[in-house]
């Protein structure tokens, strides 16, 4: 297994367990998992020299899809709100 699927896991590993651990499952990470994967298997039969170009180019969709999938609130804020609005 090459280095790059090891880190591709590992990234989509951690996305889960900061989603559950810090927002309460409810960051939208879906697209950017599957942005992953298909980077991961897409990269793999492009040739050498573009590789890098269109690795780049993932990257930051990826990353934008993390950064806007994130919540604008915290899960215990609205929980705290909720509770005393009603």
């Given at each position: 297994?090459?280095?790059?699927?090891?880190?591709?896991?590992?990234?989509?590993?951690?996305m889960m367990f900061v989603n559950e651990a810090w927002y309460g499952n409810s960051a939208a990470?879906?697209?950017?998992?599957?942005?992953?994967?298909?980077?991961?298997?897409?990269?793999?039969?492009?040739?050498?020299?573009?590789?890098?170009?269109?690795?780049?180019?993932?990257?930051?969709?990826?990353?934008?899809?993390?950064?806007?999938?994130?919540?604008?609130?915290?899960?215990?804020?609205?929980?705290?709100?909720?509770?005393?609005?009603?």
């Open positions: 297994m090459k280095w790059w699927w090891m880190f591709g896991i590992l990234a989509i590993g951690g990470f879906g697209t950017a998992t599957s942005m992953i994967i298909v980077a991961l298997i897409g990269l793999k039969s492009l040739e050498n020299r573009y590789r890098i170009r269109m690795g780049v180019i993932f990257s930051l969709l990826i990353a934008e899809a993390i950064y806007f999938g994130l919540p604008s609130y915290s899960v215990a804020e609205a929980e705290h709100t909720l509770k005393h609005s009603h």
